[in-house]
């Protein structure tokens, strides 16, 4: 089995000379429109040759390049749990997608991510008749309080979020903890505990009770609370959590601790380099889906008209 991945590994290698480069995105920044931004993209054929005639439809080239790398990172891991794992969260967007046009009563599977191993056209179908059992037992289960939530009044696109998000992040726990490698099960755990941090501080700025939090960290339902009652707990967290609470309570905010959880996310996956692994596959998944952000960023910018400088520090930040 190693065998095989040191030879995907090696494909990853030649693949990642080919993400986009500082020269790509100074070039993007230089678009005075819209238009422009997203011809530079197409004809470097980012999006695997999609177009678009409207150049607002921007998202699709960005969905049909994160496909691809799904495709690719599902072709070259070994471990079915660590793909399971770094899957999840698309399998969960698309279920998200679903559920809120199943009572919007709107049809198509446009804006979902197509290299999850979904049927989306039978899926969607099945929810509309509110049949879950494709999904895994913690997604159906979410589906149907969505279900009882709609039924009661509460419609609001966010409480699909939220319930849906805490079926994935139960869903990942689930996988890394079957998953043979010390990698995922480190990077779930970090996932989880950033998560449930930055989410105390949403709750408690919106004066909100606890809840919600993810499933799969280290720091405690228990700890939660009392942070939630008394920022001065936050003393006795480890680190890196210890610091990263801090940020998230700084004047820097959430947004700075959303960068944090990114940088440790990459610490780990660094920690952990070794080419006869699957650690090559995740270090380009998550430098791809990075870029595509950048890429949104930037478009975005261009969009609104900000000027080059301030698009230009947004990429080096």
Do not use: W
Request: aromatic share 8%.
């Amino acid at each position: 089995m190693k065998d095989i991945q040191f030879y995907a590994n090696g494909r990853l290698a030649v693949l990642s000379t080919k993400l986009l480069g500082a020269d790509k995105f100074l070039r993007l920044s230089e678009c005075n429109t819209l238009s422009e931004a997203v011809k530079v993209l197409t004809e470097g054929g980012y999006g695997g040759g999609v177009t678009v005639e409207n150049p607002n439809d921007y998202e699709k080239i960005l969905m049909a390049e994160t496909d691809s790398a799904i495709r690719l990172f599902a072709e070259l891991c070994y471990d079915k749990y660590a793909v399971k794992y770094f899957l999840c969260r698309y399998v969960c967007h698309n279920v998200k997608v679903l559920m809120k046009r199943k009572y919007m009563r709107v049809e198509g599977v446009d804006d979902c991510f197509g290299c999850v191993g979904q049927d989306l056209p039978a899926l969607q179908q099945q929810l509309v008749k509110d049949d879950y059992s494709a999904l895994s037992k913690n997604l159906a289960a979410a589906c149907h309080e969505v279900d009882v939530l709609f039924a009661d009044g509460n419609r609001s696109p966010q409480a699909v979020d939220v319930v849906i998000d805490k079926a994935m992040f139960a869903d990942m726990a689930a996988y890394a903890k079957k998953s043979r490698l010390k990698l995922v099960r480190e990077l779930n755990e970090s996932l989880a505990d950033t998560t449930n941090l930055m989410l105390l501080c949403r709750l408690k700025k919106a004066g909100a009770k606890p809840q919600g939090f993810a499933q799969g960290g280290s720091i405690s339902a228990e700890t939660l609370q009392k942070l939630f009652d008394n920022d001065g707990v936050a003393a006795d967290l480890k680190q890196p959590y210890k610091d990263f609470y801090a940020l998230c309570t700084s004047e820097q905010g959430l947004a700075a601790a959303e960068r944090e959880q990114k940088r440790l996310r990459n610490a780990l996956v660094r920690k952990y380099a070794d080419f006869s692994t699957i650690q090559p596959a995740v270090e380009y998944f998550f430098k791809k889906t990075e870029e595509t952000d950048k890429v949104r960023m930037v478009l975005i910018s261009v969009k609104n008209g900000v000027e080059k400088d301030k698009i230009k520090s947004l990429i080096a930040g």
